[in-house]
């Protein structure tokens, strides 16, 4: 029996096999993503905010009218006042990403 033969039908199942997976993690995760923005469109909507555990929340805010200046002209305007979304990120994985640093 020939190892050169075997290694390459072993790596060709084995490479069958990871494009499955790979396939499979795409369509769930395909299918994962649409519900979860719904979710959480509609609680922002609902509640103001939407948790995301380990990650963070996204917060429903206000921002107030306020003056601008048109950076091309100089030229004086009114920003209106709007609803926006902040996304705070939890503290945990603030720090696992960027260590505070030491004093």
């Not at 994962?32 to 922002?44: C, D, G, I």
């Not at 509640?47 to 963070?56: A, R």
Request: proline letters at 6%.
């Amino acid at each position: 029996m020939d190892d050169g033969v075997v290694s390459r039908s072993y790596s060709n199942s084995r490479s069958k096999c990871r494009s499955q997976w790979w396939s499979l993690q795409l369509n769930t995760t395909g299918s994962l993503l649409p519900s979860a923005e719904a979710l959480a469109t509609k609680e922002a909507k609902s509640s103001g905010q939407f948790v995301v555990p380990g990650l963070g929340k996204a917060v429903k805010a206000h921002r107030k009218a306020r003056m601008g200046r048109n950076p091309q002209t100089g030229a004086a305007i009114k920003i209106p006042a709007k609803t926006v979304v902040k996304f705070r990120l939890a503290k945990a994985f603030k720090e696992a990403v960027a260590p505070p640093k030491k004093k």
